[in-house]
């Protein structure tokens, strides 16, 4: 994650460096940001889980939908498979790297597409005003007027189960929220000296939007929608826990929970296993989140 | 001060209308005809045309619409399609349930979090801060569901001191103030206490500092004001703000109940709402959200006001 967050601030660097002295705002965050050894371990963590699951052909032993009657739930530690097997004798290590695919997915994709709907109602509300605030908000606030779990279960529920259910259920989750930050940014910079300014000397509604606007809500809708992440690959992976996600024989860490817990009596670690990498992942992505918000220094 | 709350009264009321349309149009977002949707299968003649009369869907949807919200804010939510019950009857009692689970768990969040946020606030900087911001942002991330199953595996399989499932002995449904019902609100409380737990820790830590950080906390100090009496003070500017959060917390517990109610099969909202997924008993589920987010709403204003009333500084009016 540290990685593509990385790939515009870094790029923007040299840019911004014209001038001499000063450091631009996104440079500096990536300099305490790169300093900061909570951020790189669980960077680094979130790397690794990735990567595996992007490579995962090339690096599991075992294919993920082959079952073994006779190699059901083995224990932890088995010479052959090292995190043992699941209730069908699938390995899973094999498995939880495959899992990493639609779980890491359900966590970002949701995100990203309510940080791109909600981030445009949000400064479209923000700096029109007026009526067409009032309506966004409006709606924006009947939406987050839903607890979260509730919500996505209520959708994910009534259109059935699936892939692409879930993604809509969770990207309507998460664009409340970033639309509100949007909207608050944007309202507060729209007021600004300088904007006045830039109005009256001519520039252009995009001009302002693009050039000071879009700079100024960037960073808080980027920590907060990083902050959404964490949550979102928990609820995306208690979706498939209920049964509401992907559909089995698909890895997933949440489907796959839900299929051992039938188990939990006989192989109990085996049952708990996926868990661990749904609470590394958010975790990790919780703290990234923290630094990024230290290294920005942003209050939202 | 009247007058703002009168006007937080009033903005609820729009987000309320607005909120119970929503669980109206969830029943038409379903695949194919609402009208399939709600009849069972194999039903008879009467049946259908008792439920056309009942939804009226031949009518146009904002008539549907008023019809509908008319007869849920009189109590009629209609007809499970399962049960043949009214919904009301199979939600009420387990709006209940849930609220038993969501109240203990804040509660056991609030210990945790409170005490846990004072010990880091005091001490900010060392390692007694650091395990408890540790334990703070592992609350939160943790997946409580799955420190559902973890409880499972400890206090249950391999312990076997705790029961796993149900609410009380032979799967009753109706909590008692005894010893067999608390112990099995044991563990489903503990695992959704830990994101409360988790905020509450955080929030807190941040007021102690920034409680003690202020000019009039280095006045008492310097009157010479003893340790304990200055804490009152942390507490009484604390308080607003965690009160609050406690309030949040238990609204979204309340709708977010239903992954560790799944785990640990308790009979509240969360049990009802899978049933109703998987059975598409869909005016169950519209009647449970509409009554859950009701709750959530209520909650949410009743949170605004309390802090109003508690912290004059929030007087926006």
């Known amino acids: ?300 | 001060m009247l007058l703002y709350l009168l006007r937080r009264i009033l903005y609820t009321l729009p987000i309320a209308i607005g909120v119970s349309m929503v669980c109206f149009a969830l029943i038409h977002l379903a695949p194919g005809d609402p009208l399939s949707a709600v009849i069972p299968e194999g039903a008879s003649p009467e049946v259908i045309a008792e439920l056309k009369a009942a939804y009226g869907f031949d009518q146009p949807l904002p008539i549907q619409y008023f019809n509908w919200i008319w007869r849920a804010v009189q109590g009629d939510f209609g007809m499970s399609i399962m049960t043949r019950r009214p919904v009301l009857s199979e939600v009420g009692p387990a709006v209940v349930n849930t609220m038993i689970l969501a109240v203990a768990a804040v509660t056991l969040g609030f210990g945790f979090g409170v005490g846990l946020g004072i010990a880091a606030g005091y001490t900010a900087g060392s390692v007694i801060d650091r395990i408890v911001t540790a334990i703070s942002v592992s609350g939160v991330s943790v997946p409580h569901y799955w420190l559902g199953m973890v409880l499972i595996v400890i206090f249950a399989v391999n312990l076997g001191v705790l029961p796993a499932m149900g609410m009380g002995a032979q799967g009753s449904a109706t909590f008692a103030l005894d010893w067999v019902s608390l112990r099995h609100l044991i563990l489903p409380a503990i695992a959704m206490s830990v994101i409360p737990a988790g905020i509450i820790a955080r929030s807190v830590r941040g007021t102690v500092i920034e409680v003690l950080k202020q000019d009039y906390v280095q006045t008492l100090h310097a009157k010479g004001l003893p340790g304990r009496r200055v804490f009152v003070h942390v507490v009484k500017n604390a308080a607003p703000t965690v009160l609050a959060i406690m309030g949040l917390q238990l609204a979204q517990l309340l709708g977010g109940s239903i992954l560790v109610e799944t785990v640990f099969s308790w009979p509240g909202t969360g049990f009802l709402l899978n049933t109703a997924i998987f059975t598409r008993d869909l005016p169950i589920l519209q009647g449970t959200i509409l009554v859950l987010s009701m709750f959530f709403v209520a909650i949410n204003l009743m949170v605004d006001l309390l802090q109003s009333v508690l912290d004059p500084r929030i007087k926006r009016a």
């Open chain 1, 1 to 300: 994650m540290v990685a593509t967050t990385g790939g515009p601030i870094a790029s923007d660097a040299p840019a911004k460096g014209r001038r001499p002295v000063s450091r631009s705002f996104w440079a500096t965050a990536w300099r305490r940001l790169s300093q900061d050894k909570v951020a790189l371990v669980c960077g680094s963590i979130l790397l690794i889980i990735l990567l595996a699951a992007i490579f995962a052909p090339l690096i599991t032993p075992y294919d993920p939908y082959r079952t073994s009657m006779a190699g059901r739930l083995l224990p932890i530690g088995d010479a052959r498979h090292w995190l043992g097997t699941d209730e069908l004798g699938r390995d899973l290590l094999t498995r939880l790297i495959y899992g990493g695919r639609m779980s890491l997915f359900m966590g970002f994709a949701p995100v990203v597409l309510a940080t791109l709907i909600g981030g445009f109602l949000g400064i479209v509300a923000g700096y029109c005003g007026g009526a067409i605030n009032m309506l966004i908000m409006r709606v924006t606030d009947v939406f987050y007027a839903f607890p979260s779990v509730l919500l996505a279960v209520a959708i994910s529920g009534v259109l059935g189960a699936g892939l692409v259910n879930s993604l809509v259920s969770l990207t309507l989750v998460f664009t409340p929220p970033i639309a509100r930050v949007a909207e608050s940014v944007t309202t507060q910079i729209r007021n600004q000296d300088y904007v006045e300014a830039a109005r009256a000397t001519g520039a252009s509604g995009w001009r302002i939007v693009f050039g000071h606007v879009l700079s100024n809500v960037t960073g808080p809708i980027l920590i907060y929608a990083s902050s959404m992440i964490s949550v979102a690959i928990v609820i995306a992976s208690g979706l498939s826990f209920l049964g509401l996600g992907v559909s089995p024989p698909n890895a997933e860490w949440g489907l796959m929970l839900n299929t051992l817990r039938q188990s939990i009596y006989v192989a109990p670690m085996n049952a708990i296993l996926p868990g661990v990498m749904i609470f590394v992942t958010s975790m990790s992505m919780n703290l990234i989140s923290d630094s990024l918000r230290a290294s920005m220094d942003v209050k939202v």
